[in-house]
């Protein structure tokens, strides 16, 4: 069924519009409409366009009518416009069928219409990454985007690692929320963090060292919004380098030391983070997840 995408760069500048242009024609070719924001090569610096550019993509996303909002690439600049959103405004285009969609520094965006809305946005592919690349897109991918632009998607489910197996069935109902740990971290103690409590938590990461993801966890713990979840759910972590320093301390150590921090169970291997294999996830619906033995389950059912 034919769907309309509109396209827009709230975050990091385009550098290779050759990449937009690639993701686009992909779309079409899946039979779809699709639409440039006016703004979607801007460049302002590091950023598509100074902060009341970027401001104004995001309310013509909101104004657009398209069944679906997707960002061009996430980088940096979001958490510097979410004072000027106007949340009002994504809430009703979100109420009215559209789904916005992105991963990376689209997380503060995703958080803060959370918190101030309540309504459901969508962590998932963007338009550079994941269908402007050079061979061909994943295809959990893009089944899983297209599960979304229909209304079709009720869930996912991955395998926990054999460690993590569970001697008896998880079933852990609350609201999905997260997205990428750096951002979430950096919002702790701000108007745009959500207040979500027996929530279950998805984290994720890129270029960043597992000491860093351990510090940017102890904020979280500290400011005490580990605590008040249900289930923490992991995605990937990718694209650091371990150094000689560590003496054998890795991403597993910090996973390991989580679970002696919190009581909620600690899960991993999640299809999602900046990996060409993700799934779709609703940021701020109410959500189950089932696990048994190393089967993990999250499910949503259907999505208005």
């Given at each position: 069924?034919?769907?309309?995408?509109y396209i827009f760069s709230p975050s990091s500048a385009i550098r290779d519009k050759a990449v937009v242009r690639r993701g686009a024609a992909r779309l079409k070719a899946l039979g779809h409409e699709v639409e440039l924001d006016e703004a979607v090569f801007a460049i302002h610096m590091r950023f598509a366009g100074d902060d009341a550019t970027r401001l104004a993509a995001i309310h013509r996303a909101a104004a657009s009518g398209a069944d679906v909002a997707l960002i061009t690439r996430g980088g940096y600049?979001?958490?510097?416009?979410?004072?000027?959103?106007?949340?009002?405004?994504?809430?009703?285009?979100v109420h009215g069928g559209m789904r916005f969609v992105g991963l990376s520094d689209f997380t503060?965006?995703?958080?803060?219409?959370?918190?101030?809305?309540?309504?459901?946005?969508?962590s998932g592919p963007a338009l550079g990454e994941d269908f402007g690349v050079e061979g061909e897109p994943d295809e959990i991918m893009q089944?899983?985007?297209?599960?979304?632009?229909?209304?079709r998607g009720e869930g996912t489910g991955w395998q926990l690692p054999k460690p993590e197996a569970q001697?008896?069935?998880?079933?852990?109902?609350?609201?999905?929320?997260?997205?990428n740990l750096a951002i979430v971290s950096a919002l702790a103690g701000t108007p745009w963090l959500p207040q979500v409590k027996g929530g279950i938590l998805f984290l994720e990461d890129v270029h960043e060292h597992p000491y860093r993801v351990e510090r940017m966890l102890t904020q979280l713990l500290y400011a005490g919004v580990l605590g008040k979840q249900k289930a923490i759910v992991l995605g990937h972590f990718t694209n650091y380098k371990p150094v000689p320093h560590d003496k054998g301390y890795r991403l597993q150590t910090v996973v390991d030391w989580l679970r002696t921090q919190v009581k909620a169970p600690v899960f991993t291997g999640l299809p999602f983070g900046h990996v060409p294999t993700k799934v779709?996830?609703?940021?701020?619906?109410k959500v189950h997840l089932a696990v048994e033995g190393r089967d993990a389950f999250l499910v949503w059912g259907h999505l208005h």
């Open positions: 069924m034919t769907k309309r995408i600049g979001l958490t510097r416009l979410l004072p000027g959103i106007k949340y009002k405004a994504v809430a009703k285009a503060a965006f995703q958080n803060a219409v959370l918190a101030k809305t309540g309504a459901v946005t969508w089944a899983c985007f297209e599960d979304l632009v229909d209304g001697a008896k069935p998880v079933n852990i109902k609350g609201v999905l929320w997260g997205g779709a996830l609703p940021v701020g619906a």
